[in-house]
């Protein structure tokens, strides 16, 4: 059976994403720093009939995402679709950094998150992909990387570098079988605090499902999804 790995699974579209692949009859390898989260996607990935299994690591501890992707990796044989879901990392009592406040010590953790742990887990992966030659990697981060949003400071500048990295990945991987996608996602989820009263929130399921066919596709090299 396929693999996918999804790294920084969450409870919304990290679960709606092993829900869609696994459906199609992928295993699934889940990502994320709580063992107790991953216990409860796994548990609710198995009621729906999807073989999965978690593997706890912080995206911000290169060697520990490593060894988790190698351990998923020797578990289910392979993986074939790695998608690496952008997480926001809080600095401080506040949410988002706007743009006026962004410094360098509180972009820096976001940076690590967002690119240089999406840079990480595809290194992580990429060598069997171009052994195999084929294989998909895909991303997906905040709007804010594509449409500039001052109250999202940091982590659009975070994600625009992964994002133009993803982009250059999708030239040079393309004629060796390998597809490389990226998400900007500018729809609140259903479910996520703090969605303004005036927001439409998407179903994370429709979401998912739009990541499904970029892998089925092979294309394009970027989305933006609104609604």
Known sequence: MPTVALVAAGTRLG???????????????LIA???ERLAELVEKLAVEGVQA??????????????TALDSA?????????LHYSAPYVRVGEGGMTGVLDVTAENLRPQIESSCYGAITATRAVLPAMLAAGAGTVLYTT?????????????AGAAGAALRNWALNLHGALGDKGIYVGYVALGAWIVGTPGTPADASPMEPDDIARRHWDMYVTGNPAEILITS
């Open 33 to 35: 720093r709580s063992e």
């Open 142 to 154: 905040g709007a804010s990387a594509v449409t500039p949003t001052a109250w999202a400071g940091s």
């Open 73 to 81: 990796a020797a578990r289910f044989g392979r993986i074939d679709v």
């Open 53 to 66: 299994a978690g593997f706890a690591a912080d995206v911000l501890d290169r060697s520990a995402l490593v």
């Open 15 to 29: 679960l709606s994403l092993g829900r869609v692949f696994g459906s199609h009859g992928f295993d699934v390898a």
